[in-house]
């Protein structure tokens, strides 16, 4: 597609559940990005692939989420056991440069 | 540390007025600065980008920007301001790890 492709678009998860989130970037877009949107903290990072360099995980909030990047493009964040905290908007990202990043339309994440 | 400021919150502007959103961002090398606009239940669209040169930078839609070193500030304009435009509009710096403001509410009154 012309566009980043995040799915699902909405997700409703009981607490304690592992949920997965896909994201698939732009077409030869090297780089890829996740961050969390959240009421109380906005526009969080979360972490960052690019190329075939280790991911910078900086900003992963703890150790029940991780995601991978099979291939040089599709992305999976996956959060373990999920807890309400963790409901949000994540929102992927893909750039060409090393800036000019372009978001999808994210997926929101509602922990019941 | 690296941070940025939005000072306002919510902006109530009449159509066709102008418009100007502040932004001011801490940062210790000579930022890449970007202005972002969200639509509600949309991602995030890159308005415009200023890495280097001229400081006063076009965007999409009719926005400018005009980077300020000495104020190590970065504001948005637009010299008419169209219902369309309203939005939520965010001021980031970085490069491969972007620092968001915490964004300015756009109201356009007919």
């Known amino acids: 597609g012309a566009g980043v492709s995040q799915s699902p678009s909405n997700k409703v998860t009981e607490k304690g559940k592992d949920v997965e989130l896909r994201c698939d970037p732009i077409s030869g877009h090297t780089a890829l990005y996740w961050y969390r949107q959240s009421l109380g903290q906005g526009l969080e990072f979360l972490i960052y692939f690019q190329g075939n360099s280790a991911p910078d995980k900086s900003g992963l909030p703890s150790d029940r989420f991780s995601a991978e990047r099979t291939g040089g493009s599709v992305s999976t964040l996956t959060i373990q056991r999920t807890q309400q905290e963790d409901s949000a908007v994540y ?11 372009f978001f999808g339309q994210g997926t929101r994440l509602t922990v019941v | 540390a690296q941070s940025v400021t939005q000072p306002d919150i919510h902006i109530t502007v009449s159509e066709g007025a102008s418009l100007e959103l502040r932004c001011n961002y801490s940062y210790g090398a000579t930022p890449y600065l970007f202005w972002y606009v969200q639509s509600p239940g949309q991602g995030l669209q890159l308005l415009l980008k200023y890495f280097s040169g001229d400081t ?17 500030s970065f504001n948005l304009r637009k010299p008419s301001v169209h219902w369309s435009d309203a939005a939520e509009y965010f001021c980031a710096v970085g490069d491969l790890k972007l620092i968001f403001g915490a964004g300015t509410r756009l109201a356009v009154h007919p």
């Open chain 1, 91 to 101: 929102l992927c990202a893909s750039s060409l440069e090393v800036t000019s990043a």
């Open chain 2, 56 to 72: 006063l930078v076009q965007g999409i839609k009719g926005f400018e920007a005009e980077f300020k070193r000495s104020q190590s």
